[in-house]
């Protein structure tokens, strides 16, 4: 009996020592394919970039267009001068690419910038929206006549501007503060008799 029964255990003693090779085997290509399957590590790489700060080479400067000068007396070499209200404030002078004399002055607590060159186009560099119906201010003596005409924004609210020409000169008057016809006028009119011939025919 003894004999019988060892007999009988034999294959499942090989079904067994099979089973535990299959899982060993299985356990030992899982541990090997395992790092392959892994997604690997990268690492980024900088960008390409075009910003000039990156680069090791300075960008280029471009030259500023405004020059500060001293006072009025340094617009001559452009072929004429400009002068600010005579009770100003204050007031600052400087020339833009060289052919543009431009006054930046305060009168009662009001900002205007007055500026000239020898052209016939725009030099205000005032690119608002102005009301509909411009105003004119005729002036006229021996020789000379011109004609300056007044445009404001939103009615004032947001300021005025005035433009003349005369002599091949073209002049521009601006305030962005609240104002009208007569209060612009009034500040302009004692810069005109100055800087026109206006002070010395009729002065």
């Known amino acids: 009996m003894k004999q019988g029964s060892i007999l009988k255990k034999t294959p499942l003693i090989k079904q067994a020592s099979a089973v535990a090779i299959a899982l060993v085997l299985i356990f030992v290509f899982g541990s090997c394919m395992r790092p392959a399957q892994e997604a690997p590590v990268v690492t980024p790489t900088p960008a390409a970039t075009n910003d000039p700060a990156a680069t090791s080479e300075p960008a280029a400067e471009l030259p500023n267009p405004v020059v500060e000068v001293d006072g009025a007396a340094d617009f001559a070499d452009l072929g004429f001068i400009i002068t600010p209200h005579q009770q100003a404030d204050s007031a600052s002078y400087s020339i833009i690419d060289n052919t543009i004399a431009q006054i930046i002055f305060t009168l009662d607590g009001d900002t205007f910038t007055y500026r000239a060159a020898m052209t016939t ?11 509909p119906l411009p105003q004119s201010l005729n002036l006229d003596g021996p020789g000379f006549d011109v ?23 073209r002049y ?30 009729c002065g």
């Not at 186009?121 to 009301?131: A, H, K, M």
């Not at 008057?173 to 007569?182: E, H, L, Q, R, S």
């Not at 009034?186 to 002070?199: K, N, S």
């Open 121 to 131: 186009q725009d030099i205000s560099g005032v690119y608002e929206t102005f009301d």
């Open 147 to 169: 004609s300056v005409r007044v445009r404001t924004i939103d009615g004032g609210a947001h300021g005025g501007l005035a433009d003349w020409s005369y002599d091949g000169v």
């Open 172 to 201: 521009s008057f601006y305030t962005p503060d609240k104002t009208d016809y007569a209060a612009l006028t009034d500040v302009l009119l004692p810069i005109i008799y100055m800087d026109l011939p206006f002070a010395v025919c």
